[in-house]
């Protein structure tokens, strides 16, 4: 009996789609932002489809919430990267302010807020903040 073909599916880092854009920090920027992931992710749906058609609305939602908060608390452009990596999305941002994120009690009787930060460690299997000189970046990883 022949032994069946083993294949190897695991890709390469050449492989690995990815995409970096950058922004001047202002309100409209959390739409681009947005859209900049949606572009990422309709290119990686292509060869790779999410195992959950949620986890698609779940990456935009957290893209949104991170540079909402870059605009609202970081002055100054950021920067948005996406990364497949082999189990999900890693989502970078770099913003210009070197105080972490740190949640807020949510008050819906003065207007809302303080949900953002919360939401976004619900959503993602790890989130981590590295501080540097220039401000700090915000990884955070989700399933694909």
């Known amino acids: 009996m022949a032994a069946e073909p083993r294949w190897d599916d ?6 690995i789609p990815s995409r970096t854009a950058r922004f001047a920090g202002a309100l409209h920027n959390v739409t681009d932002a947005r859209l900049a992931a949606e572009d990422f992710l309709r290119d990686l749906a292509r060869s790779s489809p999410p195992a959950a058609p949620e986890h698609w609305d779940d990456i935009l939602l957290v893209v949104t919430e991170l540079a909402a908060n870059a605009v609202q608390y970081a002055p100054g452009p950021f ?3 996406l990364r497949r990596t082999f189990d999900g999305v890693h989502v970078t941002l770099r913003d210009t302010s070197t105080t972490p994120p740190a949640p807020r009690p949510f008050h819906p009787s003065r207007g809302g ?3 953002g930060w919360h939401l976004i460690h ?6 981590s903040v590295v501080t540097h000189e220039q ?3 915000i990884h955070v990883f989700l399933p694909w």
Do not use: H, P, Y
């Not at 695991?10 to 492989?15: A, D, K």
């Open 10 to 15: 695991t890709l390469t880092s050449e492989e």
């Open 79 to 81: 920067e948005l990267r």
């Open 113 to 115: 807020g303080g949900i």
């Open 122 to 127: 619900t959503l993602c299997d790890q989130v």
């Open 135 to 137: 401000g700090k970046d």
